[in-house]
């Protein structure tokens, strides 16, 4: 591999301090996470602590850290969150979809709030008055998914100059994102095939084969925080199909994926921790102007690749971040 840029268990918390609403000396603040099916130990989520850690925050010292998990659940999100606000934490942290944003804001508006928004436009969805000035409870950093999602078919179609038909994997949290792509893929003058991901957790054996079937020659696989914990199991079933496909992260290509783009998700959930360090320093959320990713990863695996027969463009290897070769 060529680098050239440098449990959630079946309980709904796991808290640091087992007695609940307790604080002391040792821990003097409390942050409350909720999550949805990611486990702490993902390397973004890693580097959120740690940041917390660098800045003087350290769980089990001076933290206590709540972590609420949803476990792909939509429907756990509201009651999980009306618990989080109950412990009166001194902020809350929530990543990811629309959806847990939406069960803290309705829980508090007065608690604040940073989130990194991966599959949403805080904006649009009225949880801010802008992004230059929240003016409320809620603050953080935003992925633009809308831009990324364009970029990821005309990534595909670059790679696949041939292809004429592409497939879209998508389910109820990436409705945003599927206008997008079907926006894209008639731009190019190719033609369309929905595939809807249902039944959570995913089966994409047959989702795979109702790409084939309908003659599909590549696909794009929208970014929904249900796909990426089972992951392997995706890139496995395109694998065996043969389909070529570009996904949201880079964590996709190491596990055989040919192809990725997208926010490098380490990069934000720093920024994330620091907006949560400067809360929990004094500073309103109100005031805190939200941020865009900066850093964007460009993923190839040659070694799919030429699985697949296909020669990846010199104008594609030269963008790239990461190559496995």
Same mark, same amino acid.
Request: hydrophobic share 45%; net charge positive; glycine share 6%.
């Given at each position: 591999? *060529?680098?050239?840029?440098?449990?959630?268990?079946?309980?709904?918390?796991?808290a640091?301090?087992?007695c609940?609403?307790? &604080?002391s000396?040792? $821990?003097?603040?409390?942050?409350?996470?909720?999550?949805?099916?990611?486990?702490?130990?993902?390397?973004?989520?890693?580097?959120?602590?740690?940041?917390?850690?660098?800045?003087?925050?350290?769980?089990?010292?001076?933290?206590?850290?709540?972590?609420?998990?949803?476990?792909?659940?939509?429907?756990?999100?509201?009651?999980?969150?009306?618990?989080?606000?109950?412990?009166?934490?001194?902020v809350?942290?929530?990543?990811?979809?629309?959806?847990?944003? &939406?069960?803290?804001?309705?829980?508090?508006?007065?608690?604040?709030?940073?989130?990194?928004?991966?599959?949403?436009?805080?904006?649009?969805?009225g949880?801010?008055?802008?992004?230059? $000035?929240p003016?409320?409870?809620?603050?953080?950093?935003?992925?633009?998914?809308?831009?990324?999602?364009?970029?990821?078919?005309?990534?595909? $179609?670059?790679?696949?100059p041939s292809? &004429?038909?592409i497939?879209?994997l998508?389910?109820?949290?990436?409705?945003?994102?599927? $206008?997008?792509?079907?926006?894209?893929?008639?731009?190019?003058?190719?033609?369309?095939? %929905? %595939?809807?991901?249902?039944?959570?957790?995913?089966?994409?054996?047959?989702?795979?084969?109702?790409?084939r079937?309908?003659?599909?020659?590549?696909?794009?696989?929208?970014?929904?925080?249900r796909?990426?914990?089972?992951?392997?199991s995706l890139?496995?079933?395109?694998?065996?199909n &043969?389909?070529?496909?570009?996904?949201?992260?880079?964590?996709?290509?190491d596990?055989?994926?040919?192809?990725?783009? /997208?926010?490098?998700?380490?990069?934000?959930?720093?920024?994330?921790a620091?907006?949560?360090?400067r809360?929990? /320093?004094g500073?309103?959320?109100? *005031?805190?102007?939200?941020?865009?990713?900066?850093?964007?990863?460009?993923?190839?695996?040659?070694?799919?690749?030429?699985a697949?027969g296909?020669?990846?463009?010199?104008?594609v290897?030269?963008?790239?971040?990461?190559?496995?070769e």
């Amino acid at each position: 591999m *060529t680098t050239r840029r440098g449990a959630a268990a079946a309980v709904a918390f796991g808290a640091v301090l087992p007695c609940r609403g307790a &604080r002391s000396q040792q $821990h003097s603040v409390r942050l409350g996470w909720l999550l949805n099916t990611i486990p702490r130990t993902a390397s973004f989520y890693v580097a959120f602590e740690r940041r917390l850690r660098e800045l003087g925050f350290v769980a089990g010292q001076n933290l206590l850290v709540d972590a609420a998990y949803a476990e792909g659940r939509l429907e756990r999100f509201a009651p999980l969150a009306r618990e989080l606000v109950s412990r009166k934490p001194d902020v809350l942290f929530v990543s990811g979809p629309e959806a847990p944003l &939406r069960a803290l804001s309705e829980a508090t508006q007065t608690i604040p709030i940073v989130v990194c928004a991966v599959d949403f436009d805080p904006e649009a969805g009225g949880f801010v008055k802008s992004l230059a $000035h929240p003016g409320g409870n809620v603050t953080g950093v935003y992925v633009q998914q809308i831009e990324a999602t364009v970029k990821r078919v005309e990534l595909i $179609h670059e790679l696949m100059p041939s292809a &004429r038909r592409i497939a879209l994997l998508t389910d109820d949290f990436t409705i945003d994102q599927l $206008h997008a792509a079907r926006r894209a893929v008639r731009s190019l003058g190719l033609e369309l095939v %929905v %595939v809807q991901m249902r039944n959570y957790p995913y089966d994409y054996v047959p989702m795979l084969d109702e790409a084939r079937a309908a003659r599909s020659d590549a696909m794009v696989v929208l970014m929904s925080p249900r796909v990426f914990p089972n992951r392997e199991s995706l890139v496995e079933a395109a694998r065996k199909n &043969r389909m070529p496909a570009v996904y949201g992260l880079t964590e996709y290509v190491d596990a055989g994926g040919l192809v990725a783009y /997208g926010a490098s998700l380490d990069s934000i959930f720093s920024r994330a921790a620091e907006y949560v360090a400067r809360i929990l /320093g004094g500073e309103p959320p109100s *005031t805190m102007p939200m941020e865009q990713a900066r850093e964007f990863d460009l993923s190839i695996n040659l070694k799919t690749a030429n699985a697949l027969g296909i020669k990846v463009p010199q104008s594609v290897l030269v963008r790239a971040s990461k190559v496995i070769e």
